[in-house]
């Protein structure tokens, strides 16, 4: 055998194992929705991103929701954080960290932020009982308050559709 036949042969067998498991996978995708649960009628800001995405500010309604998907890397690193705030609250959160949530969420992390933390559900019991800390270490020397959020919350900061917070 040739050293072309060598290489055909690898490159034949590296697409049908890559096809393979493609179909043992169907639904690579994770699914993260944010929804706001502030009540008392607050629109609740936040910014999300990855290392290598970033999904822009956006202003939810109450009990409204904004929802991304994208595949987990390879090498289980993934991580996505969000900055949420409302009124005098400024918070961040990594709302998808792929060593905490890739078995927990099961391609479906949806998360309901109220003014006290961010709660994942179970999809086991289908319920919001997973509650989470604020990750507000991170928010030094980033301001605080409503001078933060004034800046975000300003009318050219906002994307098509998306109406000012309060």
């Known amino acids: 055998m040739g050293p072309f036949s060598k290489y055909l042969l690898s490159f034949v067998m590296l697409a049908f194992l890559v096809c393979f ?5 169907p639904d690579k995708k994770t699914h993260v929705r944010i929804i706001n649960e ?22 939810l309604a109450p009990h409204r929701f904004f929802e991304f998907s994208f595949m987990p890397n390879f090498w289980g690193s993934t991580l996505f954080f969000c900055r949420f705030w409302w ?7 990594d709302i998808y960290d792929n060593g905490r949530d890739r078995d927990r969420c099961n391609k479906k992390c949806w998360w309901k932020v109220n003014s006290s933390c961010p709660c994942l559900l ?3 019991h289908q319920k919001y009982t997973l509650c989470e800390k604020w ?28 109406k000012k917070g309060k």
Request: charged letters at 30%; one cysteine or more; aromatic letters at 8%.
């Open 38 to 59: 502030l009540g008392n009628g607050i629109d609740l800001n936040h910014h999300c991103k990855s290392k290598d995405d970033n999904l822009g500010i956006h202003v």
């Open 135 to 162: 990750n507000d270490k991170k928010l030094q020397g980033s301001g605080k308050g409503n001078n933060t959020a004034r800046i975000y919350n300003d009318s050219e900061y906002l994307e098509a559709g998306e």
């Open 21 to 25: 498991c493609d179909g043992l996978f």
């Open 87 to 93: 009124g005098n609250d400024d918070h961040w959160f």
């Open 122 to 124: 179970d999809g086991k």
